[in-house]
């Protein structure tokens, strides 16, 4: 490596790109460590520090670009080049250094986005609701830096996005969502964010999310259901709907327990008819584990009748959507209510399916099983394998207790002594 008294016209004299095709370094004769990179393909050249840190690494500091940079003056490189060699005798590294500061400005954006990238496991729905939960409620902090967001900041808003949400709570008399569980929701999701990046930081303060220790909304757990009184009504509204497609959904819904998605998107291709199995792969499921679902007499029959129709196309429920299947039934469900004053979701339709089957007096390990919840993570549970042909009776002890529960077992008896 080559050495000189580095002066503007010098550095002017440098040749870039360097004739031998590679990287040379030229140092300077007054300031030891301080040089100029010449590019060996390029016009580039550049100012540099190198000097040895104090457990015996050799430190290699970018200062800047000599076409951006004077050489000398009070911010010029070789000032700036004095305060870097400054810190390597004081025992600072300066690209730590340089990184502990990039660190501290990294933003709520680029930290939501950092998480997503990291987390190759999670779904398009939760990755879609980790969006929501950011960019919507707390899109005045997508660009600060995540040290400059308060315990007092989070506080204010918790009680905002509550107040925001309730104040636009729909007036029709419909279900309302308070806010509540958005804004515990979306205090959860900064708390990840901000733990995520903890790991890579060790220097971010606490978590400011701590705050709402003591300060989280309750929120009671759901218990909204089709009661067993309320199901003869609630089935013969769905029944008198004019979408078949909207009729056999709900259907479905209830006599399955299956979740919203999971039965929306549903492939003619994943009912196994000669088996009597609806089979849904792992990467459909929420629980990311298959599910091989016994069909009752009621479900198979529906579905036979179903695939009658004749209509094209890879789903049991077409529609004309961007998926191309149906992916939300409240239009529908809101007629059944306008008709019975029985408001439901479709999670709600899961809830009544799990308490029919509860009351049939299915094992409690079958109707996880039914309902793709995990089997548990005890000993013995871990030696328990629900094969299809053990969950056959409870699919169908349950399919049978909701046919009388919906009054249609009745109408199939009448039917069969007329005949």
Sequence with gaps: MASLKLTKRAIEKLPAPHPS???????????????????????????????????????????????????????????????????????????????????GAMTLRVALARYLEARKDLSPKSTAGYRRSVERYLKP?????????????IEERHRSIKRELDRGNDQDGSVKVTGEATANGVMRAFRLLWNFVAERDPDLPPNPVRRLRKGWYHVARRERMVRPDQLPAFYAAVDALPSRTAVDYIKLLLFTGLRRNEAAALLWEEIDFAERVIRLPAKRTKARRKLDLPMSDFVRNMLVARRALGRDGPFVFPADSRSGHLTEPKFPLAQVARDTGIAISAHDLR?????????????????????????????????????????????????????????????????KKLG
């Design 141 to 153: 902090w997508l660009d600060l830096p995540l040290r400059e967001i308060t315990g007092d900041m």
């Design 351 to 415: 809830r009544t399916y799990t308490t029919v089957a509860e009351g049939t007096d299915i094992s409690p390990l079958a109707l996880k099983a039914l309902v793709n919840h995990s089997l548990g993570n005890d000993v013995t549970s871990g030696y328990v394998i629900a094969t299809v042909d053990r969950l056959r009776e409870p699919a169908q002890r349950v399919g049978d207790r909701l046919k009388d529960l919906c009054g249609i077992a009745a109408i199939e008896g009448a039917v």
């Design 21 to 103: 095709g590679k990287q040379q370094l030229i140092w300077d004769t007054e300031l030891k460590g301080f040089g100029v990179l010449v590019s060996g393909t390029t016009t580039a050249k550049t100012y540099v520090v190198q000097h040895k840190l104090k457990d015996g690494r050799t430190r290699r500091v970018t200062v800047g670009p000599v076409n951006a940079l004077d050489l000398d003056g009070e911010d010029g490189a070789r000032a700036r080049a004095r305060k870097v060699i400054g810190e390597i005798y004081a025992g600072a590294d300066p690209k730590a250094t340089a990184a502990r500061r990039t660190r």
